[in-house]
């Protein structure tokens, strides 16, 4: 693919150049600020298969799996970079096999002039899940023939006045590329497209006392030219005013503009899609963070049936408290009613938080952006939430060689469809004593514009770490996927996924660590993936129970 070597390196070009000026932006002492670290784990792997479709076997699998952080932070720049590198030794009575999978992913952000210019790099290496049916049941040891080698890279630049007395506001600018490879089984889709995005937003500054106002807009563009199906165009913009006639009730006046296309295409008209509204309304506010605006609106539509509609606007954000947030918005947009919350919680030894949204949008922009609500803030080189810890704020940013951690990841199925995304995203973590949990709970619903189809995914996952001594821990987690699939042209149906794991790990001195595991996955139903022919080695209904012994070594 001449297109995707080209991107790849401009990107990887344009990462070196940045990492280059950081270096030489820094003096000789900032080396100090390098923190590297690395862990190596063997792990014999013994597990019993049963396939509806192919009948019982058994696999033992030796598996060495090196892994190196190297972090470093300084005043002006923090950045982090892993490798993982998993070799596969798999003996089966009538066939053995070896597999290598290398991994790697970076981020990086450099503010010279602290807020004012922010530089920010990311991306990653990964085999991903390219099939919503296979949800939370592939891995390298199950059904590796339907990962997809995946890489995403992003740059972007982030400018901010926050102190203005009467305007403040950001803008931002970036790239990214995402491709990916077709799976070995020839099923699903290959990505290879770029992405080009401008974001801005302008508001009033303290001084400001009867007028408040904002204004937000943003551009998206990302070529589809792998599936030949043009660029898929977003243009979004907002704003309001609230007129304050007493201390704490205003008048707003609102509108909105949203436009969706794709060009290039012949078929384009049932793709494009732009809608305004304007309205007017009250408003409460207490304070910046607390205020509640309702507004009785109109739209423009260039489709028939939404033109001219009225509706109730909703735009609510509340700060019960410095530990707790809410906010929330209620309208209308092209595809009918919309609405948005976030809601977080945070105290000493427990954290929550919750995200519902409704984009246009495709799955290379959902992998350029992932979403990442994670409740636990771990190191670099942790290998289970044991080691992880509860922030003590809402606004807590992580060191350079720290991470948030979310327990669940999104169920996406490869391909170039524009689609209107409605999800969910519900993270809860514990932390005291003896005792860590995790739970999430999680729903997407993707309907695409250009075909008569719908995928929907719920999904739960939990994990527990009891700490029974000073080096032993008891491991245990559970997640649960229910995925349907329907069209009229595409074959549909329904997988229930399940997979649990219980295991104990035993530390000897600061270094080294044993463990034991015990695994069940169960994958049901009579969803077929992809767009081509089958489910991968094992088919559409199987349980795969495994033992795994293993040994870790952490080198500080």
């Known amino acids: 693919m001449p297109k995707e070597i080209s991107n790849s390196r401009l990107v990887s070009s344009s990462v070196n150049i940045l990492f280059s000026v950081f270096i030489l932006a820094t003096n000789l002492e900032a080396l100090a600020g390098i923190n590297v670290t690395a862990n190596a784990s063997a792990n014999s792997v013994f597990q019993d298969i049963n396939s509806e479709e192919n009948g019982t076997f058994s696999f033992t699998t030796l598996s060495v799996n090196p892994n190196v952080n190297i972090s470093y932070q300084s005043r002006t720049l923090n950045g982090l970079w892993q490798g993982k590198l998993t070799h596969l030794e798999r003996d089966r009575n009538d066939a053995s096999r070896e597999d290598t999978y290398g991994e790697y992913s970076y981020s990086a952000n450099w503010n010279p002039f602290d807020e004012l210019l922010v530089f920010q790099v990311s991306g990653a290496l990964n085999y991903q899940n390219a099939q919503a049916g296979n949800f939370l049941v592939s891995d390298f040891l199950t059904n590796s023939d339907a990962l997809a080698k995946t890489r995403s890279n992003r740059i972007g630049v982030t400018s901010t006045i926050s102190q203005g007395d009467w305007i403040r506001g950001t803008g931002q600018a970036s790239y990214s590329d995402v491709a990916s490879e077709r799976n070995a089984l020839n099923n699903g889709f290959a990505l290879n497209n770029d992405s080009y995005q401008l974001s801005g937003t302008l508001t009033n500054g303290d001084e400001a006392k009867y007028l408040i106002w904002n204004l937000t807009g943003s551009f998206q563009s990302t070529d589809r030219a792998q599936a030949n199906q043009g660029a898929f165009i977003s243009r979004n913009a907002s704003g309001f005013v609230d007129i304050h006639f007493l201390p704490n009730w205003a008048v707003r006046v609102t509108g909105t503009h949203e436009g969706n296309q794709v060009s290039a295409r012949n078929d384009t008209s049932n793709l494009v899609r732009e809608f305004d509204s304007y309205g007017v309304g009250i408003t409460y506010r207490q304070s910046t963070n607390r205020f509640i605006s309702l507004t009785a609106n109109t739209t423009n539509s260039d489709l028939e049936d939404d033109d001219n509609e009225t509706f109730v606007g909703l735009d609510a954000q509340w700060a019960l408290s410095t530990r707790t947030q809410i906010s929330a918005t209620y309208g209308r947009r092209f595809f009918g009613e919309t609405a948005s919350a976030n809601i977080s919680y945070n105290s000493k030894y427990f954290r929550t938080a919750f995200g519902y949204s409704e984009d246009v949008t495709n799955v290379s922009r959902l992998l350029a952006n992932p979403e990442n609500l994670g409740v636990f803030v771990c190191p670099a080189n942790s290998l289970t939430i044991a080691s992880c810890f509860q922030p003590n704020s809402l606004s807590y940013i992580p060191n350079a060689d720290e991470q948030f951690v979310q327990l669940t990841t999104q169920n996406l199925e490869f391909n170039d469809n524009v689609i209107i995304r409605k999800s969910s995203n519900f993270q809860i973590g514990y932390n005291f ?95 077929i993936n992809g767009g081509g022919g089958g489910n991968g080695a094992f088919g559409a209904n199987y349980t795969d129970r495994r033992l795994t012994l293993g040994i870790t070594y952490t080198f500080d």
């Not at 997407?444 to 000073?470: N, P, W």
């Open 433 to 527: 004593s003896r005792v860590t949990i995790g739970m999430s709970l999680r729903y997407s619903e993707d309907d695409a514009l250009d075909q008569d189809r719908l995928t929907r995914t719920y999904s739960l996952g939990s994990t527990l770490v009891y700490r029974l001594g000073s080096y032993t821990n008891i491991n245990a987690s559970v997640n649960y996927a229910d995925i349907a699939q329907r069209s009229e042209t595409i074959e549909g149906g329904n997988s229930e996924n399940w997979n649990a794991s219980l295991g104990l790990e035993r530390a000897f001195g600061r270094a080294l660590a044993a463990t034991l595991d015990l695994n069940y996955i169960d994958r049901s139903g009579d969803l």
